[in-house]
């Protein structure tokens, strides 16, 4: 959990930064992440995803929601 405002700059950066790890390891990359808000000051977007070796988003929980992504990788 981020402050708000530290948690709202890198909301959408998240995928851009898992994507080239994913790319620079040729690995599937899946991030489990944690997503609510703590009184006032603290929030977590999320996402838990999955990326593909090529940094594409395969499957994703949306922001600020509870779930799990099911999938098969070969």
Same mark, same amino acid.
């Given at each position: 959990?981020?402050?708000? !405002?530290?948690?709202?700059?890198?909301?959408?950066?998240?995928? +851009?930064?898992?994507?080239?790890?994913?790319?620079?390891?040729?690995?599937?990359?899946? +991030?489990?992440?944690?997503?609510?808000?703590?009184?006032?000051?603290?929030?977590?977007?999320? !996402?838990? +995803?999955?990326?593909? !070796?090529?940094?594409?988003?395969?499957?994703?929980? !949306?922001?600020?929601?509870?779930?799990?992504?099911?999938?098969?990788? +070969?």
């Amino acid at each position: 959990m981020l402050r708000r !405002p530290v948690a709202d700059q890198f909301k959408d950066l998240h995928h +851009s930064m898992r994507a080239d790890r994913a790319r620079e390891t040729g690995m599937w990359l899946v +991030s489990s992440d944690v997503t609510g808000v703590r009184g006032d000051l603290r929030i977590a977007y999320g !996402p838990t +995803s999955l990326l593909s !070796p090529r940094g594409e988003v395969v499957k994703q929980v !949306p922001l600020m929601t509870t779930g799990m992504i099911v999938a098969e990788i +070969s």
